[in-house]
């Protein structure tokens, strides 16, 4: 049989994609995005607290901050997912019963913040060790200079690296399976799978890869514009366009407050 021809047919099935779409919407999306935000968010967290011990002069939270992030960069994803989800399994049947997103997402979250807090680290490095002692030559703590100087400009130097691993994360979301997931929590690649398997056509793993690239490239992009909006600020108005709002100085329309 013609390449081609083969490739076309198992991949390209429009009628496995259609008969596999409402279920990739109501049930597969809406779980890919629960774990991958949530999973995200705990991530981005604990990623701040290892960059902040990474980088602290005390070496009890310098070296185990390095012991972890060393740990969970080298192992694969599937095996920590497999160590959190199934070594902690009991535990999670007596708190939430036999749901595995929990685990899922505890396992997403601990690979995510070693990465993340490596990307954190290195852009607080980044920022010139002036600005630290100028800002406590103004009288700013340590702590203060560093959550209201450093950290913002760090984290703003590494957005599009930070972007990139929540990507990174949305499609490890898919390793999640190895847990074992009842038909309403299977994500977008579970999904595939099952209707690959049912139909003998790999039509909707495709599917799902492309629900995979509508969520991450358009994310993408967004990034890419706000970094720019970051590192080069506003357009400049036409002198014509300048009202008398944007010359007033700042504080000036809440008067003297006399």
Same mark, same amino acid.
């Given at each position: 049989m013609d390449?081609?021809?083969?490739l ?6 429009w ?5 596999a779409?409402?279920e990739?919407?109501?049930? +597969? @999306?809406?779980?890919? @995005?629960i774990l991958a935000?949530?999973?995200a968010l705990? +991530?981005?967290?604990l990623?701040?607290l ?7 002069r005390?070496?009890?939270l ?7 992030t ?8 599937a ?8 070594g %902690? ?9 036999p ?6 997402? %505890?396992?997403l979250?601990?690979? /995510? /913040?070693?990465?993340?807090g ?10 010139e060790?002036?600005?630290?002692? +100028?800002?406590?030559a103004?009288?700013f703590?340590?702590g203060?200079?560093m959550?209201m ?9 590494v957005l599009? *690296?930070? &972007? ?5 994360l949305?499609k490890d979301?898919s ?6 997931l &009842?038909a ?5 690649f579970?999904?595939?799978q099952?209707y ?7 039509? *909707? @793993?495709?599917l799902?890869g492309?629900?995979?690239l /509508?969520l ?5 992009? &967004? &990034?890419n *514009?706000?970094d720019?909006?970051?590192?080069h600020?506003? /357009?400049?108005?036409?002198a ?6 944007d %010359? *007033? ?6 008067g003297?407050?006399?």
């Open positions: 390449p081609l021809r083969t076309w047919e198992t991949f390209f099935d009628e496995s994609m259609r008969e779409l409402p990739m919407l109501t049930v +597969g @999306l809406p779980n890919t @995005l935000v949530s999973a705990l +991530g981005s967290v990623g701040m290892l960059a902040i011990a990474g980088i602290s005390t070496r009890w310098r070296w185990p901050a390095r012991v972890y060393d740990v969970f960069r080298g192992l694969p994803a095996a920590t997912i497999l160590l959190i989800g199934v %902690l399994a009991p535990l999670g049947m007596q708190v939430w019963g749901n595995p997103y929990p685990l899922g997402i %505890l396992a979250s601990l690979i /995510a /913040a070693a990465y993340i490596e990307i954190f680290r290195s852009g607080i490095q980044s920022v060790a002036a600005q630290l002692e +100028g800002a406590r103004l009288g703590s340590w203060e200079a959550r100087v450093i950290i913002p400009q760090g984290v703003r130097r599009p *690296a930070w &972007v990139n691993q929540l990507i990174a949305i979301s390793l999640v399976y190895f847990l074992g &009842v309403s929590q299977r994500e977008l579970r999904i595939g099952d690959a398997a049912t139909t003998g056509n790999e039509s *909707a @793993l495709l799902a492309l629900f995979y /509508a991450t490239v358009p994310l993408t992009h &967004v &990034v *514009a706000i720019a909006r970051l590192r600020g506003r /357009a400049a108005k036409p014509d366009e300048i009202d008398d709002a %010359l *007033a100085l700042p504080g000036a329309a809440g003297s407050g006399r």
